[in-house]
């Protein structure tokens, strides 16, 4: 199984960014796929939870309003919206897979793509 993250950069408060996580090598209609960050000094934390089957979602607090997680079956591609953008959601964003249950913690998840760094600036 292979993520590859893209859609980071630098973007001033209030702005947006989607984030893509192309996905592949895996039977993905069976999987929970999420979107974590992680900033210097910080554990590594869930922001938002696909079940790629049924599209139901869950959302961290501090991020439910502002970001959107959707899937594209025919792309094999998890996204995440991001809107209103503040200088604390700086930090690298990571996609991940979850072979078995809806994980809310890292040791869930199986697969993790490399990271996309995302810098939003006051």
């Known amino acids: 199984v292979q993520l590859v993250e893209s859609g980071g950069g630098l973007v001033q408060a209030g702005g947006s960014l989607r984030l893509s996580c192309a996905a592949s090598?895996?039977?993905?209609?069976?999987?929970?796929m999420a979107w974590f960050r992680q900033a210097p000094g910080n554990e590594r934390d869930i922001l938002a939870r696909i079940r790629w089957s049924t599209a139901s979602t869950n959302y961290a607090d501090s991020v439910k309003g502002r970001f959107t997680i959707s899937r594209d079956n025919a792309k094999n591609t998890v996204y995440l919206q991001m809107n209103s953008l503040k200088p604390e959601d700086t930090a690298v964003y990571y996609c991940a897979a979850a072979v078995r249950n809806v994980p809310s913690k890292t040791e869930g998840y199986d697969y993790w793509g490399q990271g996309t760094q995302v810098t939003v600036s006051s």
């Open positions: 090598g895996g039977t993905f209609s069976r999987y929970t």
